[in-house]
């Protein structure tokens, strides 16, 4: 009789609390493009939407850099925003720490090698930055956990580093931008794959590997004090696992998926109630089952909804999605566990299943949701107390290691607990006495169950009589609802009036709803169009940029080069103002050779000045030929003027060569071979002047000689110079066959140039 009104109460409680809804919505659709499949991805809650990203196509192996943003206002769509800044490279198993309005991205791995960048999303504008570290910088990991541990401040803990588990502890202040390595002790050794939440000022951290096996432990770290520690706890543990979820809702930290020791995907829920340290199993309310396992997957907790969304993920039949679940529709049972339960870590290691196991403490502790219920028969051992012709609603812990459990299904013990305990503890063996103990509890735990039944018969029948009330005055309800009946069909009339009135205005209505669809419609099409040029713009802006950086790069290689050729430039430059100057030299020694000339020639011509003055009486033939003489002196002065102005314009050609070299510093592309080819130029150059000017000289011996014997030898004077100006020819063909060379060598360097 007590088991068939707990059966009534427990339905009684569902038909009202539920409302024939489900606890789970699974496979959640979305409007807009889904990232999905993708696995080891990050999800943060901000303001209502779920940024995801990063992650691993599970199908192909390709990891990703893509960021989705999903509105969880009715999980109307997904959408696909336009990003700013420097964005992270594609990786994998990374964390996101949610500070105020920004995301930092921190860690994990594209498809082999881990790292240890930091990147900012503001969540406002979505424009990616890379702040400048400063501190000790933890070293390049995946499969880490990060927890917000204050406003300015966030902790990343474990991880692996390539194939060594980690177990160091770094905490961002993201004010200072600088790390800072905290040092703990008696804490968990390497792990990586686990999971960490924060309530109540501690973060506790529970599952993971340490590369060799799957753990089931579960640690507390004080973060005032930042001291570790295995906190005392209620309940059974879930069993063994890693890649798996955990995220908090008020006080309370949820469990869900991953994967275990023996390689199952796992797809149970658990609820830790860090205010009682109570772990419970998860059950929805309504006959319905949790999703299938997943692990690899990513979970975000909602505190405003009591919500969680269980996004991305692996599962035995392919890639998952989002499944959201209302916490509020849940049964929490305590002592529910696929693993092996536990008192305490005092009392027992985490992980220890060949040890016997402690039944729960006596004392009850209240549920951290609002509803919970004890199991339903179904869930009871076969052991039943004489005294009890049905098992009680309340689970027993099972015992995990019993010498012989299949041969005791059938073991009844007498009407009272205290007659087994009787008997000599000689005689008994160990699994009896478990039994004996089990007994005694189903007992204690049947008398209360009895009271609890009472308490809620005698709530009941004061509900029941409540309810006689409440038909009384239902009853007086309906006189005065029949009497505003009667004063509503005097309203008949107006409303009817009222009616034609609507009627105007509804098709008034009508027709400016049409008027506006036809202005939406065309709006929506100006508005796809400006859409269409974004996004064409967008990618011509893409291209740009890579373009850009390819620019850039061929910049960056070609101001090396330059360096380098500056550099053999500055070498030649010295080389060739050795020349330079060495030519300098000469020149200026003919000059002065020239100088000489010119006084020499004023000599002769003052010479010939008396002469023609004291030879006045000569006769005319004389004074034919002296005047003749004299003609050809100034042909011959005219001729040297001219050479002083050819080697003027020698000695302006080559300032005109130095300011050309001078120019070759700004030449970037084949300039060493240009380099070589203008120095080998430079050497024919310099050769060939020195030639002319050799010539020059002997010319300019010659014809100083050829004046000379003007005096003596009168005769021949027209002879000789006649000769002197077939040799000054020559001379100005030679120059100018110089100058001509040396002009085409110069405008052959410009055009290299």
């Not at 502890?169 to 990586?192: E, H, Q, R």
């Not at 059950?283 to 997943?294: D, R, S, V």
């Not at 009871?380 to 689970?395: D, E, F, I, L, N």
């Not at 009384?472 to 009817?496: G, M, P, Y």
Request: hydrophobic share 30%.
């Amino acid at each position: 009789g007590l088991i068939k009104m707990a059966d009534d109460l427990n339905r009684s409680r569902r038909s009202t609390t539920v409302l024939g809804t489900t606890a789970w919505t699974t496979n959640v659709k979305a409007a807009g493009k889904e990232p999905f499949p993708l696995a080891h991805l990050t999800a943060s809650l901000v303001d209502g939407q779920i940024f995801a990203f990063g992650g691993q196509d599970p199908t192909s192996g390709k990891v990703t850099n893509v960021l989705a943003i999903l509105n969880t206002s009715g999980l109307k769509s997904w959408n696909d925003p336009k990003q700013t800044g420097q964005a992270p490279p594609a990786r994998q198993m990374h964390s996101a720490t949610v500070m105020d309005d920004k995301i930092f991205i921190f860690g994990g791995q594209d498809e082999k090698l881990p790292n240890d960048d930091l990147f900012v999303l503001n969540t406002r504008t979505t424009a990616w930055s890379r702040p400048r570290i400063s501190g000790d910088r933890p070293a390049p990991r995946s499969q880490h956990v990060s927890v917000q541990i204050s406003p300015k401040e966030f902790l990343i803990f474990g991880g692996r580093s390539e194939d060594r588990p980690l177990n160091d502890l770094y905490i961002f202040n993201i004010t200072a931008n600088k790390w800072d390595v905290k040092t703990t002790s008696n804490g968990p050794s390497g792990i990586y794959g686990h999971t960490a939440a924060v309530a109540k000022g501690v973060m506790y951290v529970y599952g993971g590997t340490d590369g060799k096996s799957k753990l089931n432990d579960f640690w507390a770290l004080d973060l005032k004090s930042f001291q570790w520690s295995r906190p005392a706890f209620k309940g059974a543990l879930p069993i063994a696992r890693s890649e798996h979820t955990m995220a908090a809702i008020g006080t309370t930290l949820y469990v869900y998926g991953g994967i275990s020791s023996e390689k199952k995907i796992l797809g149970d829920l658990h609820a830790f109630d860090s205010t009682n340290s109570t772990w419970f199993g998860c059950e929805p309310l309504q006959n319905e089952q949790n999703p299938p396992g997943k692990f690899c997957h990513t979970s975000v907790s909602y505190d405003k909804t009591k919500s969680l969304y269980i996004i991305g993920g692996k599962t035995e039949t392919g890639n998952a999605t989002v499944d959201f679940l209302e916490t509020t529709k849940l049964r929490l049972i305590e002592g529910k566990s696929s693993g092996t339960p536990v008192t305490s870590p005092a009392a027992q290691p985490a992980v220890q299943p060949a040890a016997p196991v402690v039944s729960p403490p006596t004392t009850p502790v209240p549920a951290p949701t609002p509803v919970k219920t004890v199991a339903t028969p179904a869930a009871q051992p076969a052991v039943k107390p004489a005294a009890q012709p049905a098992p009680a609603p309340t689970p027993v812990t099972p015992v995990s290691q019993a010498p012989t459990p299949a041969a005791q299904p059938a073991v009844k013990p007498t009407a009272t607990p205290a007659a087994p305990a009787a008997a000599p503890a000689a005689s008994t063996t160990p699994a009896v006495e478990n039994l004996k103990s089990e007994l005694a509890e189903i007992q204690r735990k049947n008398s209360e169950l009895e009271k609890n039944l009472q308490l809620e018969i005698s709530s009941r029948q004061s509900a029941e009589q409540k309810s006689e009330s409440e038909k009384k005055r239902l009853t007086l309800e309906i006189e005065n609802f029949k009497i505003q009946v009667e004063a509503a069909s005097k309203l008949n009339a107006e409303i009817s009036n009222l009616k034609v009135e609507r009627d105007r205005e509804v098709n008034s209505r009508q027709k400016l709803e049409k008027d506006l669809q036809e202005a939406r419609s065309s709006q929506g099409g100006a508005e796809r169009n400006l859409q269409e040029k974004i996004s064409n713009l967008e990618s011509q802006l893409e291209k740009q940029k890579v373009e850009l950086k390819k620019v850039q790069d061929e910049k960056d290689k070609e101001i090396s080069s330059r360096q380098k050729l500056e550099k053999d430039l500055q070498e030649a430059r010295s080389s060739q103002g050795n020349a330079e100057k060495s030519l300098q030299e000469k020149v200026s020694n003919l000059e002065s050779q020239l100088e000489k000339s010119k006084t020499e020639l004023k000599q002769i011509q003052v010479e010939k000045e008396k002469e023609i003055s004291s030879r006045q009486k000569l006769e005319k033939d004389l004074q034919e030929a002296r005047s003749s003489q004299g003609n050809a002196e100034k042909s011959l002065q005219e001729k040297v003027s001219n050479l002083e102005s050819q080697l003027e314009n020698v000695k302006s050609e080559l300032k005109k060569v130095q300011v050309e070299k001078d120019n070759e510093i700004s030449s970037r592309q084949k300039f060493e071979k240009d380099l070589q080819e203008a120095s080998g130029k430079s050497e024919n150059s310099q050769k060939s002047l020195n030639e002319e000017i050799f010539k020059l000289k002997t010319e300019l011996s010659t014809s100083t000689s050829q004046l000379k014997q003007v005096q003596d030898e009168k005769d021949r004077e027209v002879s000789s110079r006649q000769k002197l100006e077939k040799d000054l020819q020559e001379a100005r063909s030679s120059q100018g066959n110089a100058e001509k060379s040396l002009q085409e060598k110069v405008s052959n360097l410009e055009s290299q140039l």
